[in-house]
């Protein structure tokens, strides 16, 4: 299995612009979260899906932020409209049966001016 | 959910054992005790899970004493590519008990020749 891929890797834009985040899961994984880490606040928790539907976005910064998971094998985040201090790298995982064990795809690292 | 405390850094060199303890004083009787280790530039992965005693895995140790109050997870034999950041997370295995990952600020461990 190619593991949780996201993309874009890197995604620089301004202030202002729509960004789009996309998550392909582990094949035969129901569960799929978006993570996002800054130095300041760490690797936090926005949002988590269960067989493609949202559970619980407490974690979403707000109405800028919305995640979508059309099927069971695609999600995105996205924002609009973007703001500098949405910089920081978000990252995908996805899970089987537990909540524990989760893998993480390689992140994006979004910088915005 | 539990709240973690875990040493923020740690230093150690090639071939020592490495263990580093996480207090989680008011952990639920539902909780398990997960470790993910974080390599720079890269997403979290799951290194090691237990409920109780102690638990062993190709990569590492976990002790849990009785009380369950606090964990250790042993590294034997580091090497320069175990230098990451290791979180300790306490919470719900299951879904439908709201159980989630919190990730705090995590130990980074710096392993020098």
């Known amino acids: 299995d190619a593991g949780v891929i996201q993309s874009p890797r890197h995604e620089v834009t301004e202030m202002g612009q729509e960004v789009t985040l996309r998550c392909k899961p582990i094949?035969?994984?129901?569960?799929l979260f978006w993570y996002r880490q800054t130095m300041m606040r760490g690797l936090e928790l926005l949002i988590y899906?269960?067989?493609?539907?949202?559970?619980?976005d407490s974690g979403m910064p707000e109405d800028r932020f919305s995640a979508k998971m059309p099927n069971a094998s695609f999600s995105t985040l996205k924002i609009q409209p973007s703001e500098p201090r949405d910089s920081a790298v978000y990252f995908c995982?996805?899970?089987?049966?537990?909540?524990?064990?989760?893998?993480f795809g390689p992140g994006t690292r979004l910088t915005v001016t | 959910l539990a709240k973690t405390t875990q040493p923020i850094s740690m230093d150690s060199y090639e071939g020592q054992e490495v263990n580093i303890t996480c207090s989680h004083n008011?952990?639920?009787?539902?909780?398990?005790i997960t470790w993910y280790q974080q390599f720079p530039s890269q997403g979290p992965r799951f290194i090691i899970q237990?409920?109780?005693t102690k638990v062993t895995n190709e990569v590492a140790s976990l002790f849990i004493p009785a009380d369950r109050k606090s964990s250790t997870l042993s590294l034997p034999r580091v090497s320069l590519s175990d230098t990451a950041v290791y979180y300790c997370?306490?919470?719900?295995?299951?879904?439908?008990?709201?159980?989630?990952?919190?990730f705090g600020q995590g130990t980074e461990l710096s392993v020098k020749p």
């Open positions: 008011n952990i639920a009787t539902n909780d398990y």
């Open positions: 237990g409920y109780k």
């Open positions: 094949s035969g994984h129901d569960y």
């Open positions: 995982a996805s899970s089987g049966t537990g909540v524990n064990e989760q893998y």
């Open positions: 997370l306490v919470g719900d295995e299951t879904y439908n008990q709201g159980g989630k990952l919190i």
């Open positions: 899906f269960n067989n493609n539907v949202p559970i619980d």
